[in-house]
C-alpha cells in the first residue's frame, strides 16, 4: 500500500513599522512575494487593516502582498504600518515524512516621487532583500525582528512571524478496500501523530512563556504527548478499519493543532508587548551569532614597547581549518547576505590594550574541566541522592547571576530552543534537571581551558542514561484550549499571573560542582553513574513523596530512541568541534576569549526598540557629539554614510551630529598637509554653523583618511578643539607607510606613481625626501596624534593588498626585523614613536585594534582591492562590522563615553 502525506503551513506575517533612516523625501511601500525558484504556492490573503483608511489600505495583487503607503518627509522618520498578512502553503508534492520546509520570500522597497499621485503602477523598484523562514512540522516558529535595505536607501521594516503547520491531509495512492495493520501504516502513523502533537505543544509553550503579558490569568491542560500518542496508537491497533482511523486521528488532530494556532493569534497577534520581548530575544540571538567568530584579549598600553610580530593570521587558519563555524545552524528567520552564517561571517580579533590605571589583571583563572557528560540544558550538572537539599532553580530571565565554572553550554532543551522537553515513560524517574551545563558563563572576562574539554559519552550514552525535563505544570487545569477558555483576555504588561505559576517554578535542580573538583573525581563518578543509572535514579526519586507524585503525573511514555529524534545533534557536533578549536588555539599560543563565551553578550538597546523611541526623545538634553568621517584615496563624501547610519541607529541617547568630508574630494592625490589644512577649515564653518558648540569631537577615517586626520590634529589651528577630541576610527589607514608590502603590491604603486605623479604616494613610499628622518611620515609619528584622544581604533586586515595589515594596525613584520638597511631601522622607530605617544597620553588613550578577516571568495583576494574597500563597500561587511563594534561598547567607552 502506498501511503501519501501532504502538510499544510500557516504563516501570519505583520509588517508593523517602517524606518527611515536616509530616504530621500517621497512616497514608499513595501511589498513581498514568493520567490520564483520556490517550489511550492503560497497563497496570500490580508487582513483589515486598523490603521489608516480611504484608498491608502494593504493588499494583495498577483500573489504580493503590499503595505499600504507611507510619506515620508525626513530622516529618522518611523511609520506605523501594521498590516497582517496571512499565507497558506500546501504540499502538493508528496513526502513519504514530515519535514522541514524553507520559504523564501522577496522582501521589496518601492518609491513613487512625491510629486505624481500615488498610484500602485507608477512605483520604482529600489531595494530588496531575502527572507528565509524555516517552517517545522513538529515546532511553530516566532520571531519579530528588523529587516534593513541596502545603504544607498537605508531603512528598515519591522516584521513580526508567527508560523506553524496547521494540518496533515494522508490519502492513499489506490482505493479500495481497508488493508490490513501493517508496519508501514505504524510508522505512518507514528510520524505524523507524533509530529502533529509535538507542534501543538510548541504552540501551548509559547502561550504559557508569555503568558504573563495577558491581562488575567490563561487556563491550559497540560499536554502529555507521550501518553496521547500511546492512546492513539492503541486505538490503531484495535481498529479492524485501521487506515480509516488514521484519517480520523488525523482530521481531529488537524482541527485541534489548527484551532490552538487561531487562538495564539487571538491572544498575542497584535501584542506590542510581545513584540518587545521577541525583539529582544531576536538581538541576543544575532549577537550571539555574530561573537562566534569575535575573539578578544587584553594587555596593558605598556606592552606596546615592546612590539613583537601578530600571530593572528595563524590564529585565523586554525579557525578556518577546524571548519565549525560551518556547523552554525541559521536563524529560523534568516535575512541573506546580512545575518551572520557560515557563508558570510567575518571573523575578528580584538585586542585592547588598557592605561596602567584602568587596566585588569591579565593573567585569567582558568575554569576546571568541563564534565565529559554534555546535555542540553540550562542549569547545572551534578547528581544528588537522598541527602543532598534542594535547590530552587533560578528563573531564567536572571541571566548575570552567573555561578557558572562551565567553558560552554548547550541549548536549554534537547530541542535546541526554549521549547520544554519531554519526559520519560520509566516509573519512578524524577523529572530534574540532569545532564546540564550552566548557561550563564563567564560573567567575567576569563579564559576557556580548551584542554580539559573532553566530550566522551557518546549521544546515544546521554539519552540512555539519563532522563530529560518534562514539561512544567500549568497554573491551572481546562478540558482544552478553546475560546470560550480565553474569554475576552488580551495581551497587556503583567509580572506575573499567579501564586501558582511561582509555585511550579520551584523545580528540584541538583548542586552544581564546585571549582575545586578535579577530574579524576568526575570522571569516577560518570564511571559510576555508567554502571549504576538505575541506582542512581531510584536514590532520587525516593527523596521527596512530592517530587514522586509530579514525575508520575508528568510521566510521558517515551523510549530513548524518541529522546535521541529531539537531542539537537548538529548543535552539539557544533560545541564539541568549537572546543577543540580553542584547544587548538591555546596550544598555539591564544591568551584571549571568545565574545560567545559571556553570559550576556551586551546591554546596548534593539534597534527600533520602545527603549530607542524613548532614548531619542531624551538625546535633545544632551551635549552635542560631532563625528567627522574622512574618506579615503579617490574617495567621495558619502563613501562612509553606511557608517553614520548605523551609528544613528546603535546610539539612539546621544546627541550625534555628523559632517561627511567632502573639500577634499579632489585632491587626494595632493600633499596630505594642504588636505589636512582643508579639512581644518571645514571643520571650523560647520562647528560656527552648529547651535551650540560639541562637546566632543570624534573621527572615522578610511585609507588615507586617517593620516590626514593625524595630520589635522598637528596643526596650530586645532589647538583649541584638542581637548574636545574623543575618538579615533581608523579603517585600513597606513599609518606607517606601504614599506613591506608584497611584490606585486609594490610594482602597482610605481606604476599607479608614475602615471599619477602623486605627492601623496610618494609620502606613503617615504621617497619624499632624500633622509628618512626629513620624510613626512616620521615627522607625523612624532606629532604625538594618537595620544590626543581618549580612545583609538583600529582596523586591518592582512587579506589587503593595497594597505598591508601591519601598517594599518600600527605593528612589526618580519620584514622589518629582517631588515638590516637604514629603512628597517626607520620602521621601528615610526613604532616606536607611535607607541610611546600612546603610553604617554595625558588623556590615559585606550588603544583598540581589529584584525579582521573577510569570508570573501578567492578570487577576489587576488587582487586585494576588494578587500581594501570591503569596509566601505561592502553592504554586509559593513553591517556586520557596525555591530561587532557596539557588542561591548559599555566597557570599550568607543563612541559613546
Same mark, same amino acid.
Given at each position: 500500500?502506498?501511503?501519501?502525506?501532504?502538510?499544510?503551513?500557516?504563516?501570519?506575517?505583520?509588517?508593523?513599522?517602517?524606518?527611515?533612516?536616509?530616504?530621500?523625501?517621497?512616497?514608499?511601500q513595501?511589498?513581498?512575494?514568493?520567490?520564483?525558484?520556490f517550489?511550492y504556492?503560497?497563497?496570500v490573503?490580508?487582513?483589515p487593516?486598523?490603521?489608516?483608511?480611504?484608498d491608502?489600505?494593504?493588499?494583495?495583487?498577483?500573489?504580493?502582498g503590499?503595505?499600504?503607503?507611507?510619506?515620508?518627509?525626513?530622516?529618522?522618520?518611523?511609520?506605523v504600518?501594521?498590516?497582517?498578512?496571512?499565507?497558506?502553503?500546501?504540499?502538493?508534492k508528496?513526502?513519504?515524512?514530515?519535514?522541514?520546509?524553507?520559504?523564501?520570500?522577496?522582501?521589496e522597497?518601492?518609491?513613487?516621487?512625491?510629486?505624481?499621485?500615488?498610484?500602485?503602477?507608477?512605483?520604482?523598484?529600489?531595494?530588496?532583500?531575502?527572507?528565509?523562514?524555516?517552517?517545522?512540522?513538529?515546532?511553530?516558529?516566532?520571531?519579530?525582528?528588523?529587516?534593513?535595505?541596502?545603504?544607498?536607501?537605508f531603512?528598515?521594516?519591522?516584521?513580526?512571524?508567527?508560523?506553524?503547520?496547521?494540518?496533515?491531509?494522508?490519502?492513499?495512492?489506490?482505493?479500495?478496500?481497508?488493508?490490513?495493520?501493517?508496519?508501514?501504516?505504524?510508522?505512518?502513523?507514528?510520524?505524523?501523530?507524533?509530529?502533529?502533537?509535538?507542534s501543538?505543544?510548541?504552540? &501551548?509553550?509559547?502561550?504559557k512563556?508569555?503568558?504573563?503579558?495577558?491581562?488575567?490569568?490563561?487556563?491550559?491542560e497540560?499536554?502529555?504527548v507521550?501518553?496521547?500518542?500511546?492512546?492513539?496508537?492503541?486505538?490503531?491497533?484495535d481498529?479492524?478499519?485501521?487506515?480509516?482511523?488514521?484519517?480520523?486521528?488525523?482530521?481531529?488532530?488537524?482541527?485541534?493543532? #489548527?484551532?490552538?494556532?487561531?487562538?495564539?493569534?487571538?491572544?498575542?497577534?497584535?501584542? #506590542?508587548?510581545?513584540?518587545?520581548?521577541?525583539?529582544?530575544?531576536?538581538?541576543?540571538?544575532r549577537?550571539?551569532?555574530?561573537?562566534?567568530?569575535?575573539?578578544?584579549s587584553?594587555?596593558?598600553?605598556?606592552?606596546l614597547?615592546?612590539?613583537?610580530?601578530?600571530?593572528?593570521?595563524?590564529?585565523?587558519?586554525?579557525i578556518k581549518?577546524?571548519?565549525?563555524?560551518?556547523?552554525?545552524k541559521?536563524?529560523?528567520?534568516?535575512v541573506?547576505?546580512?545575518?551572520?552564517?557560515?557563508?558570510?561571517?567575518?571573523?575578528?580579533?580584538?585586542?585592547?590594550?588598557?592605561?596602567?590605571?584602568?587596566?585588569?589583571?591579565t593573567?585569567?583563572?582558568?575554569?576546571p574541566?568541563?564534565?565529559?557528560?554534555?546535555?542540553?540544558?540550562?542549569?547545572?550538572?551534578?547528581?544528588?541522592?537522598?541527602?543532598?537539599?534542594?535547590?530552587?532553580?533560578?528563573?531564567?530571565?536572571?541571566r548575570?547571576?552567573?555561578?557558572?565554572n562551565?567553558?560552554?553550554?548547550?541549548?536549554?532543551?534537547?530541542t535546541?530552543d526554549?521549547?520544554?522537553?519531554y519526559?520519560?515513560?520509566?516509573?519512578?524517574?524524577?523529572?530534574?534537571?540532569?545532564?546540564?551545563?550552566?548557561?550563564d558563563?563567564?560573567?567575567?572576562?576569563?579564559?576557556?581551558?580548551?584542554?580539559? %574539554?573532553?566530550?566522551?559519552i557518546e549521544?546515544?550514552?546521554?539519552?540512555t542514561?539519563?532522563?530529560?525535563r #518534562?514539561?512544567?505544570?500549568?497554573?491551572?487545569?481546562?478540558?482544552?484550549?478553546?475560546?470560550?477558555a480565553?474569554g475576552?483576555t488580551?495581551?497587556?504588561?503583567?509580572?506575573?499571573?499567579?501564586?501558582?505559576?511561582e509555585?511550579m517554578?520551584?523545580?528540584?535542580?541538583?548542586?552544581?560542582?564546585?571549582?575545586?573538583?578535579?577530574?579524576?573525581s568526575?570522571?569516577?563518578?560518570?564511571?559510576?553513574?555508567r554502571k549504576?543509572?538505575?541506582?542512581?535514579?531510584q536514590?532520587?526519586?525516593?527523596s521527596?513523596?512530592?517530587?514522586?507524585?509530579?514525575?508520575?503525573?508528568?510521566s510521558?511514555?517515551?523510549?530513548?530512541?524518541?529522546?535521541?529524534?529531539?537531542?539537537?545533534?548538529?548543535?552539539?557536533?557544533?560545541?564539541?568541534?568549537?572546543?577543540?578549536?580553542?584547544?587548538k588555539?591555546?596550544?598555539?599560543g591564544?591568551?584571549?576569549?571568545?565574545?560567545?563565551?559571556?553570559?550576556?553578550?551586551?546591554?546596548?538597546?534593539?534597534?527600533?526598540?520602545?527603549?530607542?523611541?524613548?532614548?531619542i526623545e &531624551?538625546?535633545?538634553?544632551?551635549?552635542?557629539?560631532l563625528?567627522?568621517?574622512?574618506?579615503g584615496l579617490?574617495?567621495?563624501?558619502e563613501?562612509?554614510?553606511?557608517?553614520?547610519?548605523?551609528?544613528?541607529?546603535?546610539?539612539?541617547? #546621544?546627541?550625534?551630529?555628523?559632517?561627511?568630508?567632502?573639500?577634499n574630494?579632489?585632491?587626494?592625490?595632493?600633499?596630505v598637509k594642504g588636505?589636512?589644512?582643508?579639512?581644518l577649515?571645514?571643520?571650523?564653518?560647520?562647528? %560656527?554653523?552648529m547651535?551650540r558648540?560639541?562637546?566632543?569631537?570624534?573621527?572615522?577615517?578610511?585609507?588615507?583618511?586617517?593620516l590626514?586626520?593625524?595630520?589635522?590634529?598637528?596643526?596650530?589651528?586645532?589647538?583649541?578643539?584638542?581637548?574636545?577630541?574623543?575618538?579615533?576610527?581608523?579603517?585600513?589607514?597606513?599609518?606607517v607607510?606601504?614599506?613591506?608590502?608584497?611584490?606585486?603590491?609594490?610594482?602597482?604603486?610605481?606604476?599607479l606613481?608614475?602615471?599619477?605623479?602623486s605627492?601623496?604616494?610618494?609620502?606613503?613610499?617615504?621617497?619624499?625626501?632624500?633622509?628618512?628622518?626629513?620624510?613626512?611620515?616620521?615627522?607625523?609619528?612624532?606629532?604625538?596624534?594618537?595620544?590626543?584622544?581618549r580612545?583609538?581604533?583600529?582596523?586591518?586586515t592582512?587579506?589587503?593588498?593595497?594597505v598591508?595589515?601591519?601598517?594599518?594596525?600600527?605593528?612589526?613584520?618580519?620584514?622589518?626585523?629582517?631588515?638590516?638597511?637604514?629603512?628597517?631601522?626607520i620602521?621601528?622607530?615610526?613604532?616606536?614613536?607611535?607607541?610611546?605617544?600612546?603610553?604617554?597620553?595625558?588623556?590615559?588613550?585606550?588603544?583598540?585594534?581589529?584584525?579582521?578577516n573577510?569570508?570573501?571568495p578567492?578570487?577576489?583576494?587576488?587582487?586585494?582591492?576588494?578587500?581594501?574597500?570591503?569596509?566601505?563597500?561592502?553592504?554586509?561587511?559593513?553591517?556586520?562590522?557596525?555591530?561587532?563594534?557596539?557588542?561591548?561598547? %559599555?566597557?570599550?567607552?568607543?563612541?559613546?563615553?
Open positions: 500500500m502506498r501511503l501519501e502525506i501532504f502538510p499544510t503551513f500557516q504563516i501570519q506575517i505583520s509588517l508593523d513599522e517602517f524606518h527611515s533612516v536616509d530616504l530621500v523625501h517621497g512616497y514608499y513595501i511589498r513581498f512575494r514568493s520567490k520564483a525558484t517550489p504556492q503560497l497563497h490573503y490580508c487582513e487593516s486598523t490603521v489608516g483608511g480611504g491608502n489600505r494593504p493588499c494583495v495583487v498577483n500573489a504580493a503590499i503595505s499600504k503607503t507611507v510619506k515620508v518627509a525626513f530622516s529618522e522618520q518611523s511609520c504600518l501594521d498590516d497582517i498578512f496571512k499565507c497558506t502553503l500546501n504540499i502538493h508528496r513526502v513519504d515524512k514530515l519535514e522541514s520546509v524553507l520559504v523564501e520570500l522577496q522582501v522597497l518601492w518609491y513613487l516621487d512625491p510629486e505624481m499621485l500615488p498610484r500602485l503602477e507608477d512605483y520604482q523598484f529600489v531595494s530588496k532583500r531575502t527572507l528565509n523562514i524555516l517552517l517545522k512540522p513538529d515546532r511553530s516558529t516566532h520571531c519579530h525582528r528588523p529587516i534593513f535595505f541596502e545603504y544607498f536607501s531603512s528598515a521594516v519591522s516584521i513580526s512571524v508567527h508560523a506553524s503547520m496547521i494540518g496533515v491531509v494522508a490519502s492513499r495512492k489506490k482505493a479500495g478496500p481497508d488493508p490490513p495493520l501493517g508496519e508501514k501504516l505504524k510508522v505512518y502513523h507514528r510520524e505524523v501523530c507524533f509530529k502533529m502533537l509535538s501543538c505543544l510548541s504552540l &501551548q509553550n509559547f502561550i512563556r508569555h503568558s504573563a503579558l495577558l491581562c488575567s490569568p490563561l487556563c491550559i497540560p499536554l502529555n507521550g501518553r496521547e500518542e500511546t492512546l492513539l496508537k492503541a486505538e490503531l491497533e481498529s479492524s478499519q485501521p487506515w480509516l482511523q488514521l484519517q480520523e486521528h488525523v482530521n481531529t488532530l488537524n482541527n485541534r493543532l #489548527s484551532l490552538l494556532f487561531t487562538q495564539m493569534l487571538q491572544l498575542f497577534g497584535n501584542s #506590542s508587548e510581545l513584540r518587545e520581548v521577541m525583539l529582544e530575544e531576536f538581538d541576543q540571538q549577537m550571539k551569532r555574530l561573537s562566534e567568530a569575535f575573539l578578544f587584553e594587555g596593558t598600553v605598556q606592552s614597547l615592546q612590539p613583537v610580530p601578530n600571530p593572528n593570521t595563524k590564529y585565523f587558519e586554525i581549518k577546524n571548519g565549525y563555524l560551518s556547523r552554525m541559521t536563524l529560523p528567520v534568516h541573506e547576505h546580512v545575518d551572520a552564517d557560515s557563508t558570510n561571517i567575518t571573523m575578528i580579533f580584538e585586542q585592547r590594550y588598557l592605561p596602567s590605571s584602568s587596566s585588569i589583571d593573567t585569567f583563572e582558568l575554569p574541566i568541563i564534565p565529559t557528560v554534555v546535555s542540553p540544558s540550562n542549569s547545572s550538572m551534578n547528581f544528588c541522592d537522598e541527602s543532598d537539599a534542594p535547590l530552587v532553580r533560578q528563573k531564567s530571565g536572571d548575570r547571576s552567573s555561578g557558572s562551565f567553558a560552554f553550554c548547550l541549548p536549554s532543551t534537547c535546541g526554549k521549547e520544554e522537553a519526559g520519560i515513560t520509566d516509573e519512578g524517574i524524577i523529572k530534574s534537571d540532569f545532564l546540564m551545563v550552566n548557561n558563563r563567564l560573567t567575567k572576562r576569563r579564559m576557556t581551558d580548551p584542554g580539559s %574539554t573532553q566530550i566522551k549521544i546515544e550514552e546521554v539519552t542514561n539519563f532522563p530529560l #518534562s514539561p512544567k505544570q500549568s497554573i491551572c487545569y481546562s478540558p482544552a484550549l478553546s475560546p470560550n480565553f475576552p488580551k495581551a497587556k504588561s503583567t509580572s506575573n499571573i499567579s501564586n501558582g505559576e509555585e517554578d520551584k523545580v528540584i535542580q541538583c548542586q552544581s560542582p564546585s571549582p575545586s573538583t578535579s577530574s579524576e568526575l570522571e569516577q563518578l560518570q564511571q559510576q553513574q549504576s543509572p538505575t541506582k542512581i535514579i536514590s532520587s526519586s525516593t521527596s513523596s512530592r517530587r514522586a507524585a509530579l514525575a508520575s503525573e508528568r510521558n511514555s517515551y523510549t530513548t530512541d524518541r529522546i535521541l529524534e529531539q537531542l539537537d545533534k548538529d548543535f552539539v557536533a557544533f560545541v564539541h568541534q568549537k572546543e577543540l578549536c580553542k584547544q588555539l591555546y596550544q598555539s591564544f591568551r584571549g576569549c571568545f565574545y560567545s563565551d559571556m553570559s550576556y553578550i551586551s546591554d546596548h538597546i534593539p534597534y527600533f526598540s520602545n527603549a530607542t523611541k524613548d532614548a &531624551q538625546r535633545r538634553f544632551v551635549d552635542s557629539h563625528i567627522v568621517f574622512v574618506h579617490e574617495g567621495t563624501s563613501d562612509l554614510s553606511a557608517y553614520r547610519n548605523f551609528l544613528r541607529i546603535a546610539l539612539p541617547a #546621544s546627541h550625534l551630529t555628523f559632517l561627511m568630508s567632502e573639500v574630494q579632489t585632491e587626494t592625490w595632493t600633499d588636505m589636512a589644512q582643508n579639512l577649515e571645514e571643520i571650523q564653518k560647520h562647528v %560656527t554653523k547651535p558648540p560639541p562637546t566632543k569631537i570624534s573621527f572615522l577615517a578610511h585609507s588615507l583618511g586617517g590626514i586626520v593625524r595630520t589635522l590634529c598637528g596643526l596650530d589651528g586645532m589647538k583649541v578643539f584638542i581637548p574636545r577630541l574623543h575618538t579615533l576610527l581608523t579603517l585600513n589607514s597606513p599609518h607607510g606601504l614599506m613591506y608590502n608584497q611584490r606585486a603590491a609594490n610594482w602597482g604603486i610605481a606604476i606613481q608614475w602615471w599619477k605623479q605627492v601623496s604616494i610618494e609620502q606613503l613610499t617615504m621617497k619624499d625626501a632624500a633622509n628618512f628622518r626629513d620624510s613626512f611620515l616620521y615627522k607625523l609619528s612624532g606629532n604625538g596624534a594618537f595620544g590626543m584622544f580612545n583609538v581604533l583600529l582596523v586591518g592582512m587579506q589587503d593588498l593595497y598591508p595589515g601591519h601598517s594599518a594596525l600600527i605593528e612589526v613584520c618580519k620584514g622589518a626585523l629582517s631588515d638590516v638597511t637604514a629603512q628597517g631601522q620602521y621601528m622607530e615610526l613604532l616606536s614613536n607611535i607607541n610611546e605617544s600612546i603610553v604617554a597620553s595625558s588623556k590615559h588613550t585606550t588603544l583598540v585594534k581589529y584584525i579582521v573577510h569570508n570573501v578567492r578570487s577576489q583576494q587576488i587582487s586585494g582591492r576588494a578587500v581594501h574597500i570591503a569596509a566601505v563597500d561592502d553592504d554586509s561587511k559593513t553591517l556586520q562590522k557596525n555591530k561587532c563594534y557596539i557588542i561591548n561598547k %559599555t566597557e570599550n567607552n568607543t563612541i559613546k563615553r
